[in-house]
């Protein structure tokens, strides 16, 4: 299984600002994925991150509120943008080798 | 209506019990199944996958899938206080790459 750094593993961050969280891999991964996790809800998909080219959001989720980056097959990066009290929630970032679907830590943000 | 239903608990049982977790879908393109265990502060990590209908064991944990009636099962056999962790079951269509998750459910086993 690939493992997974991701950073940061929590923060507490004021309303209007922004975030970015950082994801990075061991290996050469082609498809990685972020995902949303609120209390006592299913993980959400929020974008597949491709490299090379534009993520792409599912619905729900845009560019303009989550943008993210992919400039290599080991790194990602997501930010939420404006952020607001309901951006509080856990963010995973995700990769996968065939069935084997590997998640990072985690990061716990808390909009104040 | 979800596309994937888990009852989210929370489950308790003493140490040794059967731990017995389940999940209903909707999606019949869905051939995939997997559980996975989330501790507290972590991310999700992979116990078991499962092709189509049947059963699988690795060690204490048993997974079954009855695609006929759309549900999948978790045993864990001889639980233990380590076994004490949200489980989430997870699911894919064939020429898919996106997971759908159920909610989880919260286990405690007590010593």
């Known amino acids: 299984s690939a493992v997974i750094s991701q950073k940061p593993s929590r923060d507490i961050c004021q309303r209007g600002t922004s975030l970015t969280i950082q994801c990075q891999v061991d290996?050469?991964?082609?498809?990685m994925f972020w995902y949303r996790q609120q209390p006592g809800q299913s993980l959400t998909l929020i974008a597949t991150a491709n490299q090379g080219s534009e993520a792409t959001y599912e619905s729900g989720f845009v560019i303009d509120k989550f943008p993210i980056s992919r400039p290599n097959l080991t790194f990602s990066t997501l930010t939420v943008s404006n952020m607001s009290p309901e951006d509080s929630s856990i963010y995973l970032c995700?990769?996968?080798?065939?069935?084997?679907?590997?998640f990072g830590s985690g990061t716990r943000l808390t909009v104040v | 209506q979800k596309e994937v239903e888990q009852d989210p608990g929370p489950l308790s049982v003493p140490e040794g019990a059967i731990v017995s977790l389940n999940c209903t879908y909707s999606?019949?393109?869905?051939?995939?199944f997997m559980w996975y265990r989330q501790y507290s502060r972590k991310g999700p990590e992979l116990l078991m996958y499962?092709?189509?209908?049947g059963n699988k064991e690795d060690g204490r944990f048993t997974a079954q899938v009855d695609k006929s009636s759309k549900y999948i099962s978790l045993f864990i056999r001889d639980s233990q206080p380590s076994d004490s962790a949200t489980y989430l079951c997870?699911?894919?269509?064939?020429?898919?790459?996106?997971?759908?998750f159920g909610a989880g459910t919260t286990v405690t086993v007590r010593a």
């Open positions: 995700s990769v996968t080798k065939t069935l084997d679907y590997t």
């Open positions: 499962t092709y189509s209908s």
């Open positions: 997870a699911m894919k269509g064939s020429n898919d790459y996106k997971l759908s």
């Open positions: 999606n019949s393109a869905f051939q995939y």
């Open positions: 290996s050469q991964v082609t498809m």
